[in-house]
């Protein structure tokens, strides 16, 4: 306890110390030369031994150190507290004085420690000088450094000035100045040559660009003027004879024009350099163009044109060759042909081809080889390979002149005109003499759709230059074959069967004229539909229908009429779904015609062999649904000749009708189709009489058990059917 007592005495006796740190220069002022003699100090509120130092904190620390452990035990063991203090305060006394001593002992030090100190205050001033006169130095650098700064932009504005001013002149006088490399090379140079083409390009730019200086009345533009005029005369002049000389050339005879015109399309910048500086010059090389061109088309195509017609059908139809015509031996016009004399009239064959993308867009004829070969074509054929050269060298001369010459639009369609135009009237009187004169409509539809086609192409191909001419050449083809198409509606409506030979029931020649030309049209007219032409074969179809009842009112007998009916429409089906899509109205019109007819021939030739058993049977079904079946009740021995007879001679019957029926039809397959109905319809047939028997009106016939078994029946049915 009593430690700890010395040891907070310690504590408070060090922060005295450190407070009189403060009082050494003081202390060292006081100081006596004599150590021995000291006087006694004065501590002021230091001084811990005065009567005045107040206690007001003393019971804090009283109180605080009760509380310590130290001090409980103290007081529990019996320490006299009083006798502790005092040997405490002595102590600190002792503690105190040599403190003092301590200090005392230390104060040359802190004299030396002094001096340092106000060496250091000297020196610090000094440095507080130098750094005043340092901060003013700074201060006028920095206005000085403003200034400069102000300088320093000043001098890059008039640099920016003085460079801008620098590139316009430069560039003024880099424009202005004709180097003598340009004239050597406008003087001298063929213009073939590529510096040539690059030195017109810069000798353009400084003709423009003198332009544009005169109208700014520049006095540099006069020193240069005349040279630049010299040139441009000289370079004008020089290509003025190249391209004439171009042109020129296509003129030769045996000459492929497209090399040429290729040739001018790598110098296109010609033409455009004369378009700009001299345009005389450039109206008479394009007028020399489209007079030179215009020419050497008519030629060509007038040439080629006729010589096609070397090589077509040496007989062609004419105004007597109608699909009501009579077929006479004397005529025999409709005798099957050689193909290389003439074509077909009605039938399609092999013309269609034609439409083909392989030979629509092929090679076109050449019409000398084709007559060393003896060879003839339709006219569609021709007209195809007439048209395609027509189609090939019309894009190539529109693109030809647009590029060139630099012309879009109606002005490019109007160059065009003055070039193709003489060619294109050729064309179109030509189309006009054949068409007048023309009677064959599946040529004249074939050259509708070879129209529509190459008209196509050409807008595929985003060349107008020719609509108008597809449109002229359809406004002279469409009349024409709506013409025809009437032509032979009136002449099947005016034919008179009476007139048309003997009579005979197998498919009429004029309804296989029908069939193949109607098949024709509508497998053409599948890609581009006409509602027009679709309208002309109703007509068409409904005129060749009454033809056919008028024939079959020829014939005396209802099975002959039948026959012949189904005959003809069997035939007209079978030849349109050849070519025309099974949905079609011709098609599903002969399909409604045939099935009723042959239906109604089913009935008839059943009605000989097996008429009282059918009659019979319609008459019970009759009287059933009325609820009068028992009229009949007393018809037992009607019923029972019916029931032996047919046992009897089926057999027979059923073969002899098989017989007679493939012999009174040319097509196998139609006439199977209909032995299959007529057995399948006497099959009904007899079922009903079963079910008839089978009433309680008939169930007590003793005859009945003489009914042939219905399964039996189907099975010996099924002998007869034919298989072909």
């Known amino acids: 306890m009593a430690d700890r007592a010395v040891t907070a005495a310690m504590s408070d006796v060090n922060t005295t110390v450190t407070s009189t740190a403060n009082s050494m220069a003081y202390l060292q002022d006081e100081m006596k030369p004599d150590t021995d003699a000291m006087a006694p100090l004065n501590l002021g509120d230091l001084d811990l031994t005065t009567d005045e130092f107040i206690l007001d904190e003393v019971d804090i620390h009283i109180q605080a150190n009760l509380e310590d452990d130290l001090v409980k035990e103290a007081l529990k063991t019996g320490v006299d507290l009083r006798q502790y203090s005092k040997q405490v305060e002595d102590e600190l006394q002792r503690i105190e004085q040599a403190s003092i001593k301590d200090y005392i002992k230390e104060s040359q030090n802190i004299a030396s420690l002094h001096n340092q100190i106000t060496a250091c205050d000297s020196i610090l001033e000094r440095m507080e000088g130098m750094l005043s006169g340092f901060q003013s130095d700074l201060s006028s650098i920095s206005s000085e450094i403003q200034t400069l700064q102000q300088q320093s932009v000043s001098m890059n504005m008039r640099l920016k000035n003085r460079q801008a001013v620098r590139s316009h002149l430069s560039q003024l006088v880099d424009e202005l100045v004709v180097p003598g490399a340009m004239i050597q090379v406008i003087l001298e140079s063929p213009v073939t040559e590529q510096e040539f083409l690059e030195q017109l390009h810069e000798l353009n730019n400084k003709i423009n660009f003198a332009k544009e200086l005169s109208f700014r009345e520049t006095l540099a533009c006069s020193d240069i003027q005349d040279i630049v005029d010299r040139l441009k005369i000289k370079a004008v002049t020089k290509i003025r004879e190249f391209i004439l000389q171009k042109i020129y050339s296509f003129r030769k005879p045996m000459t492929n024009y497209q090399i040429p015109q290729n040739t001018l399309l790598k110098y296109r910048f010609f033409y455009q350099f004369l378009l700009a500086n001299e345009r005389t010059v450039a109206k008479e090389i394009r007028d020399e163009y489209v007079d030179t061109m215009s020419k050497i088309y008519y030629s060509y195509f007038k040439s080629y044109s006729g010589r096609l017609l070397k090589v077509q059908y040496e007989e062609v139809a004419d105004k007597d060759d109608l699909m009501g015509v009579e077929d006479t031996a004397k005529k025999g016009f409709f005798s099957k042909p050689s193909l290389k004399s003439r074509n077909t009239i009605f039938t399609l064959g092999q013309r269609g081809t034609v439409l083909s993308p392989a030979e629509l867009e092929g090679p076109i004829l050449i019409p000398h080889t084709a007559q060393r070969g003896d060879c003839r074509y339709p006219y569609e054929t021709l007209f195809r390979s007439q048209h395609y050269a027509l189609l090939d060298n019309g894009c190539r001369e529109f693109l030809f002149l647009s590029d060139f010459f630099m012309v879009a639009g109606n002005s490019a369609l109007d160059l065009f005109n003055s070039v193709m135009g003489k060619t294109l009237s050729l064309f179109l009187k030509s189309m006009s003499t054949y068409v007048s004169d023309c009677y064959d409509s599946i040529a004249v539809f074939l050259c509708i759709h070879i129209i529509l086609r190459f008209r196509a192409i ?128 011709e098609v599903e019109g002969f399909q409604q015609l045939l099935q009723a007819r042959s239906q109604e021939f089913i009935e008839e030739i059943l009605s000989s062999p ?17 609820g009068q079946l028992d009229r009949l009740k007393n018809d037992e021995v009607r019923i029972t000749q019916l029931i032996r007879g047919f046992s009897s001679t089926w057999k027979q019957s059923v073969e002899a009708l098989s017989q007679d029926v493939m012999r009174s039809f040319t097509n196998f397959k139609n006439g199977t189709g209909i032995i299959q109905g007529a057995l399948t319809q006497l099959i009904q047939y007899y079922h009903g009489f079963h079910k008839v028997l089978s009433q309680p009106t008939f169930r007590s016939l003793a005859v009945r058990s003489e009914l042939i078994n219905l399964h039996h029946l189907m099975v010996e049915v099924k002998k007869h059917k034919p298989n072909f």
């Open 458 to 585: 050409t807008n595929k191909r985003t060349i107008p230059a020719l609509d108008k001419y597809w449109d002229a050449v359809l406004e002279l083809l469409w009349p024409r074959f709506e013409l025809i198409l009437e032509m032979n509606i009136q002449s099947i409506r005016n034919t008179d069967p009476q007139k048309l030979g003997v009579l005979d029931t197998r498919p009429h020649y004029i309804t296989r004229r029908y069939a193949e030309f109607s098949s024709a049209i509508v497998s053409i007219n599948q890609t581009f539909t006409s509602e027009r032409t679709h309208t002309l074969l109703g007509q068409l179809q409904v005129e060749v229908e009454n033809f056919v009842l008028k024939m079959a009112a020829e014939f005396p007998s209802r099975r002959d009429q039948l026959i012949f009916l189904i005959n003809n429409y069997d035939m007209m089906l079978s030849v349109l779904m050849e070519r025309a899509a099974d949905d079609s109205k």
């Open 610 to 626: 097996f008429g009282g058993m059918i009659a019979f049977v319609k008459e019970s079904e009759a009287l059933t649904e009325k």
